[in-house]
């Protein structure tokens, strides 16, 4: 059989969907990529991309896409692997969108304490999802809820957030622990 597949990845036409943790690792995996070729391009060109707001556009949008990535990898392991997930999830909104909350479910739940394995980069994982909800609901402007939850910003209220290559490189490793994290022990 012959066939070609372009896009992400969501399903095999001979297998069927995807596992999720296969759909997430190529999900930031894609990100990775977009990140990389930034820095293969030439330095008129990364100049005028850097002028035109694209790169910045792009470390912010590798930032929300990190967190949207995990989300849904998350929930759809969550829902694979606790029985009565629906009654659980009940009135909890978007529970997988907040760090803290879904790492208390899946402590709760499923027997996984992804804070206490993950305690080195655990900050980092915070920051990243205070930045996530800084790029998405406040254009990119601090508040006094992201200085609460990533105290050791030298940022103030009102000024801007910057992410870097840096910042969506670390985003990525961090989160591809923290799908590694959410896959064990009992997953």
Request: aromatic share 6%; glycine share 8%.
């Amino acid at each position: 059989m012959r066939y070609g597949v372009f896009g992400e990845h969501r399903f095999c036409p001979v297998c069927g969907p995807l596992a999720a943790k296969t759909v997430a690792l190529d999900a930031l995996s894609a990100d990775e990529v977009r990140i990389r070729v930034l820095g293969e391009v030439g330095r008129d060109t990364l100049a005028s991309l850097r002028e035109g707001g694209v790169l910045d556009r792009t470390y912010a949008d590798t930032i929300e896409n990190v967190v949207g990535i995990v989300e849904a990898f998350a929930e759809r392991t969550f829902r694979d692997c606790v029985p009565g997930a629906d009654a659980v999830l009940y009135g909890k909104g978007k529970i997988f969108q907040r760090l803290n909350d879904l790492a208390d479910l899946y402590r709760d739940h499923v027997g996984a304490d992804v804070r206490v394995h993950l305690a080195e980069v655990w900050p980092m994982l915070e920051a990243t999802w205070a930045a996530r909800h800084i790029h998405t609901h406040a254009d990119g402007v601090v508040d006094h809820k992201y200085l609460r939850q990533v105290p050791s910003s030298k940022l103030r209220v009102g000024q801007r957030l910057r992410s870097t290559s840096g910042d969506a490189h670390d985003a990525i490793d961090n989160a591809r622990r923290l799908i590694e994290g959410l896959s064990a022990p009992r997953l």
